[in-house]
Every structure is written in C-alpha cells, then in structure tokens.
C-alpha cells in the first residue's frame, strides 16, 4: 500500500503525439495522479519552470524545442524535478545523452503501462525518500535537497551523474556496490560497460579525494566500491 496520496502527485507529460499522451494520461489518472499534458517543447519548458511538479515525462522529439534542451534548460536553472525520458530514440547514444544532461530514467517506446507505472513509482519513491536527507561521512556532506556536497567545509562541483554516483556510495557507507549495481542504480541501462563505472568512480576519486589525506572512495578488488572512512 503506498506510504502517500498518488493525488498528491502532479506529473507533466510533454508528449506530441496525442494517441500517446492520452495513453499515460489515462494510466496515470486511474493510478490516482494528477496529470498536466503539453504538446510542444517551449509549452512544456514554460510549464516545468513555473510550476510545481512532483515528476516530468518527457519526449525528445518535440516540436520547437527537443526534449534534450528541456532537460539542460531544466538542470541549468536548479531544478531537481525528477524527469524520465519516454521515446522512440532507443540507441545507446541516445539514452547516455539524456542521462548525462541530468535526466533519471529512460524508458524506449512502445512500453507497457504496467512498466510505466512502476518506474513512475520508483523515481516518486526515490525522489522522497531522499528529499530532505543529509548524509554525513567523516568530512563530506551530502545534502540531498539541494544536491550540495562539500568536503571539509568546501563546496564540490559535481555533474548530475556524479552526484547521482556519489549519493548512491554516501547512502550506502560502508557497503560495498558492485559494478553491476552501480550500473542498475545510476545508468539504468544494461548496455553501459563496467569499464564506464570506472572511469566515472576515477572522475569522482579526483574530486573528493584529491587534497585530503583521508580517502574515501575505495576499490574493493574484485567486488566493487565503497565510501569509508579506513581505519
């Protein structure tokens, strides 16, 4: 039984083709969401920025502006609305584009409403779950609200799919995750080689840890990583 009121709820579907839209909107009304539907970029964009919603499902073909614009636009004035990205454009290329300009999740069409409902549930249950937590670890700090992190007292810049990497080793102290997690949590996307969660954790070593004498970030040989403080 959910923990809310999907009512509660307000998601804004930017999708053109009406035979689509009217398919989540139907889905998502009868699982209790309210549900804004625009039918272009720049109307989507205008809606996203001057309202408030809970979850944004986004084309990328769009008339005017591409649902890729919408996504950067959105990231670059602070917005932390959690969006997934719904489309025909199913090559890899196309995901890791939506994903490294801050996108959460990216379902190829044709989908199965059942396999909408759930993600929608899970980026929902996500983006609670985590909204208003602080995650400490010995001298980093990881404010989940605002998606601020610094180390020491100082802020780190960090890009979307490093924080999403950083949140995910911080909620999990100690804990080792493997690769294959990693994969699962951050890129959702089972085409994306374990070789790219190193190089990404290597990138993510460079900005917390280089400086300081305690290293957190730490290679489990043959397991994964995690985020300790050792002894």
Not at 29 to 53: C, F, H, P, R, W
Not at 106 to 117: G, N, W
Not at 142 to 171: I, K, N
Request: hydrophobic share 40%.
């Amino acid at each position: 039984m959910s923990v809310w009121n999907n009512g509660d709820m307000k998601i804004l579907v930017v999708e053109d083709d009406p035979g689509i839209s009217r398919l989540m909107r139907r889905a998502l009304e009868q699982a209790g969401y309210t549900v804004n539907i625009a039918v272009d970029g720049k109307s989507g964009l205008d809606m996203a920025q001057n309202d408030n919603y809970s979850l944004l499902i986004l084309d990328i073909m769009l008339p005017g502006i591409d649902g890729w614009n919408i996504v950067d636009e959105l990231r670059s004035d602070g917005s932390r609305v959690p969006i997934m990205m719904v489309t025909a454009r199913d090559m890899v290329e196309d995901r890791v584009k939506g994903l490294d300009l801050g996108a959460d999740d990216y379902l190829p069409k044709p989908f199965e409403v059942s396999e909408l409902l759930a993600r929608v549930r899970a980026l929902l249950r996500r983006d609670r779950v985590h909204r208003s937590r602080i995650i400490k670890v010995a001298d980093l700090i990881v404010d989940t609200a605002q998606r601020r992190v610094t180390r020491a007292g100082v802020e780190v810049g960090l890009s979307h799919r490093d924080y999403e990497l950083l949140e995910a080793l911080a909620a999990n102290e100690s804990k080792v995750l493997t690769r294959e997690v990693i994969q699962e949590r951050i890129w959702m996307d089972e085409d994306s080689s374990s070789n790219t969660v190193d190089v990404y954790i290597n990138m993510l070593r460079k900005k917390i840890d280089n400086g300081h004498d305690v290293k957190l970030i730490q290679t489990v040989r043959g397991a994964g990583y995690t985020l300790r403080v050792v002894d």
